[in-house]
């Protein structure tokens, strides 16, 4: 709790300081700035920015049915019908537009993914923890390979041909079977 609101913090570490990095601390300044001005209904709101020692904090708001990650493995809730699931995938979609389209400068998220998609009431989604990671058109792709198949990006205790989801997804469209990567169920 934060002057009595509930919020939670997203860390990232920091490097040594030198001059590339100090650029990446302007950066990661601007970019904070310009996300606390922004109010969207499917982006998790940032107030402000914080450096204690070798660390750097964004508070943001506090969203209490946890990520959708959490939800498509079962961890919390009792999972979605694809319905749910697509519209889902349509909020994300109309946040990265918005995001790309009526900031000034544009904003790209880098990092999407399920565990950065926070769900609010009624399931709809809030993109969060913006970072330096994968490109956006990727990390959208991989997402909606989340959403159908139910499945992590990665799944290590698979076998190798199921181990790269996206893989084995592209796999079965390939021989004609889609619907054996799909989960069409809770």
């Known amino acids: 709790m934060i002057s009595g609101r509930e919020q939670t913090s ?3 570490p920091q490097a040594p300081e030198d001059q590339y990095n100090n650029c990446l601390t302007a950066e990661f ?4 700035l310009s996300l606390s001005n922004i109010e ?8 402000e920015y914080i450096k204690p020692s070798d660390k750097r904090i ?10 959708l990650r959490e939800h498509l493995d079962g961890t919390q809730g009792d999972g979605f019908e694809l319905v749910v699931r697509l ?10 537009t918005y995001l790309h389209t009526y900031t000034d400068p544009s ?3 880098r990092d999407i993914k399920a565990s950065n998609i926070q769900l609010i ?14 490109s956006h058109v ?12 139910r499945k992590c990006p990665l799944e290590p205790n698979k076998g190798v041909k199921e181990r790269f989801t996206t893989r084995w997804v592209m796999q079965k469209l390939k021989e004609g079977n889609p619907m054996i990567a799909m989960d069409l169920k809770r």
Do not use: C, W
């Not at 969207?40 to 107030?47: E, F, G, S, T």
């Not at 964004?58 to 990520?67: A, E, P």
């Open 10 to 12: 997203s860390l990232f």
């Open 29 to 32: 300044k601007s970019e904070i």
């Open 40 to 47: 969207h209904l499917d982006l998790v709101r940032a107030y």
């Open 58 to 67: 964004i508070i943001m708001k506090f969203v209490s049915n946890g990520t």
């Open 87 to 96: 519209d889902i995938t349509i909020d994300i979609a109309h946040t990265i």
């Open 107 to 109: 904003i790209i998220h």
């Open 121 to 134: 009431d009624k399931l709809r989604a809030q993109l969060s923890k913006f970072g330096p990671a994968r």
């Open 138 to 149: 990727y990390s959208f792709r991989v997402l909606l390979v989340e959403l159908v198949t």
